[in-house]
């Protein structure tokens, strides 16, 4: 994760792959499929193949969904890679 400081002093942070799958508990490749299929938080690409999530937007659609590790599994493994 890294942090930004925006022109009104606010803090954005931004969350990796990487770091969306351990927090998630999924694999990469399925945070890659999620990404590919809409499932996620659309993320900000900040170069060439190189993009994260704001934090915030991450923890709204986890809020938003009120979803379980039981249920991220089961969305996971709703269609293959």
Known sequence: M???RNNDGSNV???SPAELS???GISIPTIHK???EGVLPK???LGHRFYRWRGD???A???NRGLTKEQLDVL?????L
């Open 34 to 36: 999620m990404r590919r």
């Open 13 to 15: 942070t931004f969350v």
């Open 57 to 59: 937007d991450i923890e």
């Open 76 to 80: 996971a493994k709703s269609s293959p």
């Open 43 to 45: 993320p900000m690409e």
């Open 61 to 63: 659609w986890i809020e």
């Open 2 to 4: 890294f942090t930004l």
């Open 22 to 24: 351990k927090l998630l």
